[in-house]
């Protein structure tokens, strides 16, 4: 069985702080892996996917996550946090089909 | 290009009522997904279509949820009788074909409440 576990409901950066957002997966066959960010009253909108190409994904507003397979990782990164950036962030893996299997969820906040 | 559009926005009802909610993918998309959020949990597929097939069904409770995408476009999904834990915000998803290299493209969602 698929699965991913993300460390930490809660993450609160300073604006310009380094942003981690932890993700774990669990899976039988090579994954493809994702991070959804969701702001308040909106749907989810795709950052950035693994699909067993490159390890280091760039995706949108600056962030970046590297899979680690011997560690089975695929943590969220963004060097300098913004204001903006505070919302949900969630990790999720596919498997062999389209099903996405969703963790928990990272509620990110900012402070000034 | 518009994305995918869902209603109601928000919905509330008393326990033991119907309740429907309205999902009108990307165009051209032929797969679409129903997703439950419950609060502090991440989406939970529901329900997967191919034109107007089912793809997978299994995490749907048959005995009160219900879908349809009879025309292989819009789709509505339906709770009848309605209970305290089927609150929870309602996501209407749709990909270009079946397949993961294919991107979800999730549309806004329906909060729905139920008291």
């Known amino acids: 069985a698929q699965s991913v576990t993300q460390l930490g409901s809660h993450v609160s950066v300073s604006e310009g702080a380094l942003v981690l957002l932890r993700c774990n997966y669990s899976s039988s066959v090579p994954p493809y892996l994702f991070w959804y960010v969701q702001y308040p009253n909106q749907g989810l909108q795709l950052l950035l996917k693994y699909t067993s190409a490159a390890t280091l994904v760039k995706g949108i507003n600056g962030f970046e996550a590297e899979f680690k397979k011997s560690e089975t990782s695929f943590h969220l990164t963004k060097p300098s946090a913004h204001m903006s950036d505070a919302a949900e962030y969630f990790c999720?893996?596919?498997?062999?089909?389209?099903?996405?299997?969703f963790g928990t969820g990272t509620r990110l906040q900012v402070f000034p | 290009e518009a994305g995918v559009a869902q209603s109601p926005r928000y919905k509330i009802i008393e326990k033991r009522q119907s309740v429907a909610f309205w999902c009108n993918p990307i165009?051209?998309?032929?797969?679409l997904y129903w997703y439950q959020q419950i609060l502090g949990q991440g989406p939970k597929l529901l329900i997967q279509f191919q034109n107007n097939g089912v793809v997978d069904d299994s995490q749907l409770p048959k005995d009160r949820f219900s879908a349809e995408r009879l025309k292989g476009v819009d789709s509505t999904l339906k709770i009848q009788p309605a209970k305290l834990e089927d609150s929870a915000v309602y996501l209407c998803a749709s990909s270009l074909d079946l397949g993961r290299i294919n991107e979800q493209f999730f549309g806004p969602g329906t909060r729905l409440t139920v008291l």
């Open positions: 999720a893996v596919q498997a062999g089909t389209d099903k996405l299997i």
């Open positions: 165009s051209g998309h032929a797969t």
